[in-house]
C-alpha cells in the first residue's frame, strides 16, 4: 500500500496523463469496469512498468473503481425486494446484534475468538459482516477473505448459501475450493475452502500475500489439519501485523485458544434455544413398561476407569454386566409397540455395535405417536448410514415414501439431495435425517425436532483426500452429545433418544481428545518437511496441545523406512513427490510406483478401494453365501486386493452391458461403493497427472498391468511394513507380524477360507484391535517380492546395490526399468528356489 501523502503527489503528476492514456481504447473502458488484470494495464499503458510506483497506482486505481462498483451492487441488491426479505431473515439471527461489537474488534485485534451455538449465524454472517462493511466502506476490492472449513461438503453449501444471500450466482464474490473443484471468480473477495487447500497454499506462498482476513471455523472439532494451521499461522501472525486471524468455534471451550495467541479477545454470540427432553437407554426401556431397577450395577460399570481411558472399546466384564441388565429389562417388558425384533435386537444390545433394530423401534415410535417434526439420527459413517437406511427402506411404514422422506447426510452425497436435507418436506410427510456426525456442528437443518444419538462418532473414511485414517467407530465426548442433543431445540422444544444407559453418558470424557493426538502423524510430518518448517520435533512443540515425542518419533520412523525421509530426515525424491499428493503417504508410495512400474489400472483400484471402504457386502443373514461370492473373485489369487480389482473391472464390464445392477445383487457388492470407487480412480489419476507423475496415456502406464505378479509386489511396496509371516504348523496357520505380534485374519477375508496358503508373507492395509488384533485385506507374496519391494528401497542390502526409486522416480518414463524388475524377480525367485531345494547352494555365486 503506499502512503497516503506520496500517493497524492503521485497522483497529481499523472492524473492527466493516466486519464488520456486510459481512455484510449476499448480496453480502458473495460479497466474503468474494474475488469482488468495487470497484463491489460500494460497494453493500454506500455509505459507503465517504467515505474512500478505508477503501475502501483493505475492498480490502485481501478480497485478503487471496482470497489465503487461492487459498492452499487450491494446496495442495489439489499434494496430489492428479495434483498430486503433475506437481509430481514439476517437480521434475526443471533449474531446480528453482535454485529458492530465483532467488527470493532476485529479491526483492532489482529485475532479473537467467536464462540456460538450451532446456527446462530457464526459461519454465513460473520465473513460476510466483514465483506459487507469492507464494500460499503468503499475498499471492497482490496479485501481478501478465506474462510476455512474441516469438510468439503460444508465449504460448498455455505458458499452456495451465503452467494443466495447476496444475491449472487457462486463464483462471484463469493467462491470456494475444495480438492479437486472449486468455484471462484477474479471477483471473488470472499473463499469458503477447506484447512487442507489452505495449508497447500501456505505451501505456495508462505506470508499469504494479498490475503487481508483469515476465518478459521469449528476449532473446537480440534482436526488436525486445523490444530496444524493454527501453528502456522500463529508464525505468520508476527510477519503479517495486517493479517486478521478470527476463530470460530461452537462449544464454549475459547479461552484454551485465547490463551494461545496471548489472551485474544473473545466474544460469545448468545443464542436462544428450546429445551430438549432427555431419553437414555433406561428410560427408551422404561416408557415401554419396564423399570429399571438395578441401577447400582450400571453405576459402578460407568465409573470403570479402565474403560474411560481406553477410547473404543468395553472391557468384556461390564459389557457382558450391562448386556444382561437390558436382557433383564426386556423379560419384564411389553414392547407393544416396538414389535419383536426390538426385542431381538435389545436382548443382543452390544455397547460395542450399533443397534439397527433399536434405532428402527424409536423411529417407529416416533412416527406413530410423537407430534409432526423432523428427526436427525446420529450414526458413526457411511458404511452404517447406507445399511440402516436398506434396512428402513423396507419397512412398511419407514420405508413408505407418503409417509417417510428417508434422507442421509454425510460427506460424500450428492448435491441433490443436500439440498433436500434443508427443505421442509410436504406436509404429513416426516422427514428423517440419517447423519455422520457432521450434522453436529458443521451443518444446520432447520425444522428438527427430534435427534436419535447412537453415541459413537468415526472420522468420516471417504475423504481420502484429505488423508484421514481409518478409525474405529468409538464414544463420542459429553460436549458432542450436548451439541447432538442441541440440534433438536432449534424451533421449538424436542426430544433427545440416546441409545446409551446415562452412566455410559457419564463415563464419556468433557472433550473429545484432538485429532492430533489420537492419529498416526505419517502425512503431518510429511507435510511439516515439505513446508520446510523447523524440524519437526520442534515445529510441534508449537501446538495448542503437542503430541506425544514417541508419536512423532513413530512418524519420522515410519517416513524413513518408506524411503520419504533420509538419514538426515531430509526429504527425498520419493518424499517429495508424495508430499504433493494428498493422499496416506502409503497409499501414495503405492500409486507412484503403481505409474513407475507401469501397472497404474489395478493399482488405482486397489488405492481408491482402501481409500473409500470396503464393496463386498456382509449382510449378517447371509455371510456364507457373501463370502463364496467374494471368493469367486480371487481366484487362487490369496489376495483380497486383486479380488478388488476384479470385482471392480466385473462391474465395469457389467456396466457396459447395462447389468450393473443384477451383477452387484448376484456378487453381494455395494453399487453406491464401486461408484465411489470409481470417481476417486478418476481423481487420483488427475492428482497423478498434475504431480507430472503420469501422462495419463492408457496403454504406457498400464503395458505391464496384467502381470500379476508385479501388481502384487506394487501392492507390497505400498503396505510394507504391513506385513505378516504365514506360519504353518501341523494342520493349522498363524500369522504374525513384524513386531512378533500374533494377529488373525478377518473373517471376510478370501485368505480365511485356506488351510494353507503357499505365499511365505501376507501384507496388509490396516490392523484393527477388538478383542484381538485382526488384519482386514491381505495379499500373499514371496520372498523375492519382499526383498525387492519391501523397506525403503534403497535401504536394505539387497536392493542397496540397485540404488533404487529415489533416482529411478525421474527416470520412470524409462519402459525398460519396469521389465528390468520382472525379469530381476523373476531370477530371484528361481535362486530362492534353487537354495530352499538345496540349502548347500551359494546363491551368491549363483546370483549375477
Ligand atoms: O455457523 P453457525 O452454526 O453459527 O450458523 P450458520 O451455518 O451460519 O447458519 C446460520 C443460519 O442460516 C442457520 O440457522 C439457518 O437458519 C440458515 N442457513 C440456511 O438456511 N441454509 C443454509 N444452507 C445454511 C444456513
Ligand atoms: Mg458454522
Same mark, same amino acid.
Given at each position: 500500500v503506499i502512503p497516503l501523502s506520496l500517493q497524492r503527489r503521485v497522483e497529481s503528476l499523472i492524473q492527466d496523463h493516466y486519464d488520456r492514456a486510459l481512455l484510449r481504447s476499448d480496453k480502458a473502458n473495460a479497466m474503468l469496469?474494474?475488469?482488468?488484470?495487470?497484463?491489460d494495464i500494460k497494453e493500454v499503458r506500455p509505459d507503465a512498468n517504467q515505474g512500478s510506483l505508477i503501475d502501483a497506482h493505475v492498480m490502485e486505481k481501478i480497485l478503487y473503481r471496482k470497489s465503487f462498483r461492487m459498492k452499487n451492487l450491494q446496495r442495489t441488491w439489499q434494496?430489492?425486494?428479495?434483498?430486503?426479505?433475506?437481509?430481514?431473515?439476517?437480521?434475526?439471527?443471533?449474531?446480528?446484534?453482535?454485529?458492530?461489537?465483532l467488527l470493532s474488534a476485529i479491526a483492532h485485534n489482529q485475532v479473537i475468538v467467536i464462540s456460538g451455538e450451532t446456527g446462530c449465524g457464526k459461519t454465513t454472517q460473520l465473513p460476510q459482516y466483514v465483506l459487507e462493511s469492507e464494500i460499503e466502506s468503499g475498499r471492497g476490492a482490496f479485501c481478501n477473505i478465506i474462510c476455512t472449513q474441516p469438510r468439503r461438503i460444508s465449504a460448498m453449501s455455505v458458499a452456495e448459501r451465503v452467494s443466495t444471500e447476496r444475491g449472487e450466482n457462486i463464483g462471484e464474490s463469493v467462491g470456494y475450493k475444495v480438492r479437486l473443484e472449486g468455484m471462484r471468480g477474479k471477483d471473488t473477495h470472499l473463499l469458503f475452502c477447506t484447512s487442507g487447500i489452505l495449508l497447500r497454499k501456505l505451501l505456495g506462498d508462505r506470508n499469504l500475500n494479498g490475503v487481508t482476513h483469515v476465518f478459521v471455523d469449528e476449532i473446537h472439532e480440534r482436526g488436525m489439519n486445523e490444530d496444524f494451521l493454527l501453528i502456522v499461522l500463529k508464525d505468520l501472525l508476527s510477519r503479517r501485523k495486517d493479517l486478521r486471524l478470527i476463530l470460530m468455534s461452537a462449544t464454549l471451550n475459547a479461552e484454551l485458544f485465547s490463551n494461545y495467541f496471548g489472551d485474544a479477545p473473545t466474544i460469545h454470540i448468545p443464542g436462544f434455544t428450546y429445551p430438549v427432553r432427555t431419553h437414555f437407554l433406561e428410560d427408551i426401556l422404561e416408557s415401554t413398561g419396564y423399570k429399571l431397577t438395578s441401577s447400582n450395577q450400571l453405576d459402578d460399570y460407568g465409573q470403570d476407569k479402565l474403560w474411560k481411558t481406553q477410547r473404543q472399546l468395553m472391557p468384556r466384564k461390564r459389557k457382558n454386566q450391562i448386556t444382561s441388565l437390558v436382557e433383564d429389562a426386556l423379560k419384564n417388558s411389553s414392547f407393544e409397540c416396538y414389535g419383536s425384533r426390538t426385542r431381538d435386537s435389545l436382548a443382543n444390545w452390544n455397547p460395542d455395535c450399533i443397534g439397527f433394530n433399536l434405532i428402527e423401534a424409536v423411529l417407529c415410535h416416533i412416527c406413530r405417536k410423537e407430534r409432526p417434526g423432523a428427526v436427525l439420527v446420529f450414526m458413526t459413517g457411511w458404511d452404517d448410514i447406507s445399511c440402516l437406511r436398506d434396512q428402513l427402506k423396507a419397512h412398511p411404514l419407514l420405508g413408505d415414501p407418503n409417509r417417510v422422506s428417508l434422507l442421509t447426510c454425510h460427506g460424500s452425497m450428492a448435491t441433490s439431495e443436500q439440498k433436500l436435507i434443508f427443505e421442509r418436506p410436504p406436509p404429513n410427510v416426516r422427514k428423517i435425517v440419517l447423519a455422520t456426525n457432521m450434522a453436529e456442528a458443521s451443518i444446520t437443518i432447520n425444522d428438527i425436532v427430534f435427534v436419535v444419538d447412537c453415541g459413537k462418532a468415526k472420522e468420516t473414511t471417504y475423504d481420502a483426500l484429505n488423508n484421514t485414517p481409518c478409525l474405529l467407530p468409538s464414544w463420542i465426548s459429553k460436549a458432542s452429545a450436548r451439541q447432538r442433543r442441541g440440534r433438536a431445540g432449534r424451533v421449538q422444544p424436542g426430544e433427545c433418544y440416546h441409545l446409551y444407559p446415562r452412566c455410559v453418558y457419564e463415563a464419556f470424557n468433557e472433550y473429545q481428545l484432538p485429532e492430533l493426538l489420537r492419529t498416526p502423524l505419517n502425512s503431518l510430518c510429511l507435510q511439516i518437511k515439505s513446508l520446510q518448517l523447523d524440524s519437526i520435533g520442534k515445529f510441534l512443540c508449537a501446538a495448542l496441545q503437542p503430541p506425544e515425542p514417541l508419536a512423532v518419533q513413530n512418524a519420522v520412523d515410519f517416513l524413513k523406512m518408506i524411503g520419504a525421509l533420509d538419514e538426515n530426515e531430509n526429504l527425498t525424491n520419493l518424499g517429495k513427490y508424495l508430499s504433493m499428493l494428498p493422499v496416506d503417504p502409503k497409499l501414495g508410495k503405492m500409486l507412484i510406483m503403481g505409474a513407475v512400474f507401469r501397472c497404474l489400472d489395478p493399482i488405482l483400484t486397489v488405492v481408491s478401494g482402501l481409500s473409500v471402504r470396503d464393496p463386498f457386502l456382509l449382510p449378517q443373514d447371509k455371510k456364507d453365501l457373501a463370502g463364496t461370492a467374494k471368493s469367486r473373485f480371487s481366484a487362487k489369487d490369496y489376495s483380497d486386493h486383486m479380488a478388488l480389482v476384479r470385482a471392480y473391472e466385473g462391474w465395469k464390464d457389467a456396466e457396459r452391458e447395462g447389468s450393473a445392477y443384477e451383477y452387484c445383487w448376484r456378487n453381494f457388492l455395494s453399487a453406491q461403493t464401486l461408484q465411489?470407487?470409481?470417481?476417486?480412480?478418476?481423481?487420483?489419476?488427475?492428482?497423478?497427472?498434475?504431480?507430472?507423475?503420469?501422462?495419463?496415456?492408457?496403454?504406457?502406464?498400464?503395458?505391464? /498391468?496384467?502381470?500379476? $505378479?508385479?501388481?502384487?509386489?506394487?501392492?507390497?511396496? %505400498?503396505?510394507?511394513?504391513?506385513?505378516?509371516? #504365514?506360519? !504353518?504348523?501341523?494342520?493349522?496357520?498363524?500369522?504374525?507380524?513384524?513386531?512378533?505380534?500374533?494377529?488373525?485374519?478377518?473373517?471376510?477375508?478370501?485368505?480365511?477360507?485356506?488351510?494353507?496358503?503357499?505365499?511365505?508373507?501376507?501384507?496388509?492395509?490396516?490392523?484393527?484391535?477388538?478383542?484381538?488384533?485382526?488384519?482386514?485385506? /491381505?495379499?500373499?507374496? $514371496?520372498?523375492?517380492?519382499?526383498?525387492?519391494?519391501? %523397506?525403503?528401497?534403497?535401504?536394505?542390502?539387497? #536392493?542397496? !546395490?540397485?540404488?533404487?526409486?529415489?533416482?529411478?522416480?525421474?527416470?520412470?518414463?524409462?519402459?525398460?526399468?519396469?521389465e528390468c524388475f520382472v525379469q530381476l524377480k523373476e531370477e530371484l525367485d528361481k535362486l530362492i528356489q534353487k537354495k530352499l531345494e538345496d540349502p548347500t547352494v551359494d546363491i551368491h555365486k549363483e546370483g549375477k
Open positions: 469496469e474494474g475488469n482488468s488484470t495487470s497484463e434494496e430489492s425486494p428479495e434483498g430486503s426479505k433475506m437481509l430481514t431473515f439476517r437480521k434475526s439471527l443471533p449474531a446480528y446484534r453482535e454485529k458492530e461489537r465411489a470407487i470409481h470417481t476417486l480412480r478418476k481423481q487420483f489419476g488427475y492428482i497423478l497427472k498434475d504431480a507430472n507423475l503420469v501422462d495419463l496415456d492408457a496403454r504406457t502406464c498400464n503395458s505391464l /498391468s496384467h502381470n500379476q $505378479s508385479l501388481v502384487r509386489a506394487i501392492i507390497c511396496s %505400498g503396505l510394507f511394513p504391513g506385513i505378516a509371516s #504365514v506360519v !504353518h504348523r501341523e494342520s493349522s496357520m498363524s500369522f504374525k507380524t513384524m513386531d512378533d505380534g500374533q494377529v488373525l485374519l478377518y473373517a471376510n477375508s478370501v485368505n480365511a477360507k485356506y488351510q494353507t496358503i503357499p505365499y511365505p508373507w501376507l501384507v496388509f492395509g490396516e490392523k484393527v484391535k477388538m478383542n484381538t488384533v485382526f488384519i482386514r485385506d /491381505s495379499t500373499g507374496v $514371496s520372498d523375492s517380492i519382499v526383498m525387492l519391494f519391501g %523397506g525403503a528401497l534403497g535401504k536394505g542390502e539387497m #536392493v542397496g !546395490h540397485l540404488k533404487m526409486l529415489d533416482g529411478y522416480i525421474d527416470l520412470f518414463m524409462d519402459p525398460s526399468l519396469a
